[in-house]
């Protein structure tokens, strides 16, 4: 009787140990609830959108300074004055006039039209930089989700794993009570299930950690995750991979606006060593009733500055040959990534191929082992380690699975496809060239433009 109870405890034991993989429910959390939940709630995009903003703004400042400047300025002065003895006399004067003025650059050799290209240049390379948050963003999803997945699973694993060793220690138990096993055998059962307690701890202890990132990640704690979804479309070979990123990364193209806004300084730094034509106009009235006006067009150019104007211009030349090699060494890496991740890929893959092999062997194994103890050819030690061989390629392959399901989308992430848009996620997103197009004329609050400014900022909650 106590053999066949054993022989039972054999393959349900086996069973047991696959219950870890069954399907989950189809209301479970996806991953793409997981994304569209970081993308609504992260607070490293909100602050890189702000970003976009202020460089928006320094558009708009840039185009200010090709309009005139009109100020009003008013004025009171009262004077006392001592006369010297003998008369001891004193006398006090006041004067009051209030100015209306305007003045603007006429002409500035191209100064301030090249300032406003290079903000023009500063915001696209902005916008590159929040794609690339973006992305870093909804990869620390995908790894949140891809973690909880496999730190629930090996908790799983380890909870069926106390289970049977519970189940192994009492028929120890029993069968050193008959005399089929010594003391040794016992003490063999209870270690390896301390172990196995001990295992069970270290996977919760993981698991709530990654809860904890996942929190972090999306905004809320994650409830029953569903499996991955089919693998995203990638390119069919290492060298497209690298070509689509070389074009599309972030990382590349914010280089390219920021080697192009360089190239654009070179040329302010030699503009500012030109002359300076501005005019004035102003409108002058007292209080004794006089009033008058007064235009004026100045000229002026630094001669000499201590030598400060060229060395501006080394400087700026200096920095654009510095981003230029900055973008060169930029491709090297995006390259790297790429030709990491594809590598990623193909490891994942036959760690996988080899982790399932192993698992088969090591369950007809501990199956066989299992039989052959209850003959008595076997030891309680032959038969634990064949349990903790098997239980170390069900987690293997665990681990296994999951790096394959993040190095997928790391790949898209090297080559810059890993945004909303590309993944057709289905949320409303968020429009970098909105609020640009409202304040890059630089408008007043009360101008039909501002009035349109008032609305965007309204939809974005801003105002």
Known sequence: MLRKSLKNFVFAGASSLLLVTAPIAASAETLADALV?????????????????????????AVAALRPVIQWTADYTAQHTNKAAPTGQSLTTRAASTTLGATMTLLGFGRNRI?????????LATREGLRSVEQSVLLA??????DVKSASEQVGINQNSVRLLNEELKASNDRFEVGEVTKTDVSLAQAQLA????????????????????????????????????????PK????????????????????????????????????????????????????GVHG??????????????????????????????????????????????????????????QISAYDQQVTAARTAYNGVKEEALLGARTTLDVLSAEQ???????????????????????????????????????PTYDPAAYYNAVRNAPITLSPQGKKLDRVLQAIGQN
């Open 37 to 61: 939940s970081a993308y609504r709630n992260s607070n490293l995009l909100e602050q890189n959108r702000a970003t976009l903003r202020a460089a928006d703004e320094d558009v708009a400042q």
């Open 141 to 146: 999803a995908i790894q949140a989700y891809s």
């Open 115 to 123: 300032a406003v290209a290079i903000q023009k240049e500063t915001v």
């Open 195 to 234: 172990s196995a307690r001990a295992s069970l701890a270290s996977s919760q202890g993981s698991l709530k950690s990654a809860r904890e990132a996942y929190k972090a990640a999306t905004g809320h704690y994650p409830g029953k995750l569903a499996p991955f979804p089919k693998r995203p479309a990638l």
């Open 389 to 427: 061989d098997l239980l170390d390629a069900q987690a293997g392959r665990i681990t296994a699975a999951a790096t394959l399901q993040v190095a997928y989308y790391q790949l898209l992430s090297s080559m810059g496809l890993l945004t909303v848009e590309n993944l057709k996620l289905g949320v």
């Open 293 to 350: 006006t007064k235009a004026s067009i100045d000229m002026s150019q630094t001669l000499y500055g201590g030598g400060a104007l060229v060395s501006a211009q080394r400087q700026a030349i200096a920095n654009a040959q510095s981003a230029r090699a900055q973008l060169s060494q930029a491709g090297v890496t995006v390259s790297q990534g790429v030709a990491n991740a594809w590598s990623a890929i193909e490891i994942a893959r036959a």
């Open 237 to 288: 070979t290492l060298k497209a991979a690298q070509s689509i990123a070389l074009r599309s990364q972030p990382s590349i193209k914010q280089l390219q606006h920021s080697v192009a806004a360089n190239d654009l300084a070179v040329d302010y730094a030699r503009a500012n060593r030109m002359p300076k034509v501005t005019g004035s106009l102003g409108y002058g009235l007292d209080e004794g």
